[in-house]
């Protein structure tokens, strides 16, 4: 009550002053082509010839014909920069003429490689759990040979096996997940497993090169959170899952942890959600959510509109969006579907029997690949939603609060204004100006305990402010 009476008060001054998955235990086979997905021009799956057996493939964000693939003995094969086909890569930890029969025999085996969506950077991830080696963990790759420590570096060590070269902390221990590259290649996001809490986290690493990178002698100082993803905005993460207090939540946080603008999934009818993304075009929030974390999971957006029917049998094993956020990939008890957000689930599993590598590319396909034919989609059943009631008017002096997850502040009535801060869901506000109209976008002009600013009137069709509960 104290908080509502100082806002109304401020309010009154103002008026009279005018935001994976862990290895499987074996290894699939492997195959000599990869399939490729695109959502340019609608969605797109082919097939592509590759020179070799391989367990993983990524493409270069801005060159299609540029890829990495791991072969059938865990080492990587790449085109570099202005090459014109693949090389086997040598440089650190490995060296000129470094083989192996096997993967289980490679003590370097590579099991994920990331090709950064822009630039010419590359990420992998070291793991063979049958061979203790300090190489274990993340590793970034760049073409440039300036200092005498280039042109690979590693950011992540594990612990165990050997904790005392990693900076661990007593009893603290972990292991990498999965690595993704920031939309402009300033950092990459790791999954890590927390062993010593039984939970998985998030760890940020960069790109450091020379004397400086440290990070390989640095432990994680992880951000608890399940799942997260890149926003839109590379100095904010997406997160979803478990926070750090158990809850099930989604919504973003800066690199740091810091700013955090989270929700609890049952604010929008849910008990859980995953894989949390923001679609490219729109800003909009997407995940995967249910009421438990083992059952069937459906696409929602962030004000909890079912935009897909529960897909397969039980919760996926592997989750890997594409570059735009508008489509996903997952792998369900041993099928793969594609679900886009505009409700079509397409069943791939016949089109990528046998092939592991299966990788999204940001826009045309390589040369080489050839586009498959895809089979009947299944979409979400049209209900009878009543649509919300949008005031056409708030009163001047109305008290009322933010009911989206999150709302941005702006100083000024446009979307590239200077954003003063976030809101989420249950923040309360008092009107002090408006409607104003800019195009298709409407604000209000709005007070809070702390900011002056606008905000506009719907996100995705749907009102951000109603009614303050009593």
Do not use: K
């Amino acid at each position: 009550m104290y908080r509502r009476f100082v806002l109304i008060l401020l309010s009154l001054l103002t008026l009279t002053m005018g935001i994976q998955a862990q290895d499987s235990a074996t290894l699939p086979d492997p195959a000599s082509r990869a399939i490729v997905l695109s959502t340019q021009n609608g969605l797109t799956v082919a097939e592509m010839p590759l020179p070799g057996n391989s367990y993983s493939i990524s493409f270069a964000g801005a060159n299609p014909a540029q890829y990495a693939r791991i072969d059938e003995v865990g080492m990587i094969r790449f085109v570099p920069p202005e090459s014109a086909g693949e090389v086997i890569y040598t440089d650190s930890p490995y060296f000129d003429g470094f083989t192996q029969n096997t993967p289980q025999e490679n003590e370097l085996q590579v099991r994920e490689v990331d090709m950064a969506p822009v630039g010419q950077h590359m990420a992998f991830r070291i793991n063979n759990p049958e061979i203790d080696t300090l190489s274990r963990g993340i590793w970034f790759w760049q073409p440039e040979h300036f200092y005498g420590t280039d042109p690979s570096y590693q950011v992540l060590r594990v612990c165990p096996p050997f904790c005392d070269a990693t900076g661990a902390a007593t009893g603290q221990q972990w292991r990498a997940l999965s690595v993704d590259w920031a939309p402009d290649a300033s950092a990459m996001l790791i999954h890590i497993e927390l062993l010593n809490e039984n939970r998985r986290a998030l760890e940020i690493r960069y790109p450091i090169r020379g004397e400086e990178n440290q990070q390989a002698i640095t432990a994680p100082n992880p951000l608890r959170y399940d799942y997260g993803t890149w926003s839109n905005d590379p100095t904010r993460l997406i997160v979803s899952g478990s926070d750090s207090n158990g809850t099930a939540v989604f919504g973003s946080v800066a690199l740091d942890g810091s700013n955090a603008i989270t929700v609890p999934a049952t604010s929008i009818g849910l008990n859980w959600v995953q894989n949390a993304a923001q679609v490219m075009t729109t800003g909009q929030l997407v995940m995967l959510g249910g009421q438990n974390a083992t059952e069937p999971l459906a696409l929602y957006d962030e004000a909890g509109t079912m935009l897909t029917e529960p897909i397969g049998t039980s919760a996926p094993s592997e989750v890997d969006w594409s570059p735009d956020r508008s489509a996903v990939r997952l792998l369900i008890d041993g099928r793969t579907y594609i679900a886009q957000i505009n409700g079509t689930v397409i069943d791939i599993t016949e089109l990528v029997a046998g092939t592991p590598a299966i990788a999204w590319v940001n826009n045309a396909l390589p040369p080489s690949a050839i586009p498959l034919l895809l089979p009947e989609s299944d979409t979400v059943e049209e209900t009878d939603t009543p649509q919300p009631v949008i005031p056409d008017e708030y009163a001047v002096g109305e008290l009322l609060q933010v009911i989206v997850p999150n709302l941005t502040l702006y100083a000024e009535p446009a979307q590239d204004a200077e954003a003063l801060t976030g809101l989420t869901a249950g923040n309360e506000i008092i009107i002090t100006a408006g409607p104003l109209t800019d195009g298709d976008i409407e604000w209000w002009r709005v007070q809070t305990l702390t900011f002056s600013g606008w905000v506009m009137a719907r996100q995705n069709g749907q009102p951000t402010l109603g009614e303050v509960d009593q």
